[in-house]
């Protein structure tokens, strides 16, 4: 079974400049999160779909900042502009339902933004 | 609202010493723990995890935590680190029912040295 993955890998873009960073949860996994962690700080949640419904985004930092989950399978999230403190590491995590059940991560996307 | 603290950004060891990472957390209702591991160039992997029953929670590879409620916990150990531990550790805590976002604490840099 295929884990959690996200592309790219890497992103540099410059400041004002839009990315789109894309997450394919495991297959079968209704809820999506996306998480972000900056400058070595602590991973920050940001939001929650279930299937294409937001649930939670408590976390998503301004409206530069649009996620997408279309068909409730793989998900976007689009920053337009960027900005300088946008640099970070974006994690994506699917997970089956509900409950104490794991959250399985995929690799992140380094994303900097100059 | 919940938070983590990981009293030690970076905990240096020899090969086959024992290893404490120290986690403490706040909430004011009752929360699931876990541990998060990133080893260098890859994503988070779940650990370990306390949900209930037994306080004392073990991974495959060696490591242990306990959750002490009266204390508000959950440290992570292993009597004997091998290289192979050299990676960076995650507690996260998650509340029982509504929201499912993982809230972490900062990570915590397990160097082994030879």
């Known amino acids: 079974e295929a884990g959690v993955t996200q592309f790219p890998s890497h992103s540099v873009i410059e400041k004002g400049q839009t990315v789109t960073l894309r997450c394919d949860p495991i297959?079968?996994?209704?809820?999506l999160y996306w998480y972000r962690r900056v400058m070595g700080k602590e991973i920050k949640f940001l939001l929650h779909?279930?299937?294409?419904?937001?649930?939670?985004e408590s976390g998503m930092p301004n409206n530069r900042f649009l996620a997408e989950r279309t068909g409730g399978t793989y998900s976007t999230l689009k920053v337009q502009p960027a900005e300088l403190e946008d640099s970070g590491v974006y994690f994506c995590?699917?997970?089956?339902?509900?409950?104490?059940?794991?959250?399985?991560f995929g690799p992140g996307t380094r994303l900097t933004v100059t | 609202a919940q938070s983590v603290t990981q009293l030690d950004s970076q905990v240096p060891v020899f090969e086959e010493a024992p290893v404490e990472l120290r986690c403490n957390y706040s909430?004011?209702?009752?929360?699931?723990l876990f541990w998060y591991v990133q080893y260098p160039n890859q994503g988070l992997q779940l650990l370990l995890k306390?949900?209930?029953?037994?306080?004392l929670v073990e991974s495959i590879n060696g490591f242990e935590a306990e959750f002490n409620k009266s204390q508000t916990s959950f440290h992570l150990r292993k009597p004997s680190v091998h290289i192979s531990d050299t990676a960076e550790y995650f507690c996260?805590?998650?509340?029982?029912?509504?929201?499912?976002?993982?809230?972490f604490g900062q990570g915590t840099r397990l160097t082994i040295n030879p």
């Open positions: 306390y949900l209930s029953g037994s306080t």
């Open positions: 297959s079968g996994h209704d809820n």
């Open positions: 996260a805590v998650r509340i029982l029912s509504g929201a499912q976002k993982l809230v």
């Open positions: 995590a699917s997970s089956p339902g509900q409950g104490g059940n794991e959250q399985y």
């Open positions: 909430s004011s209702v009752s929360v699931y």
């Open positions: 779909f279930v299937k294409e419904s937001k649930q939670d």
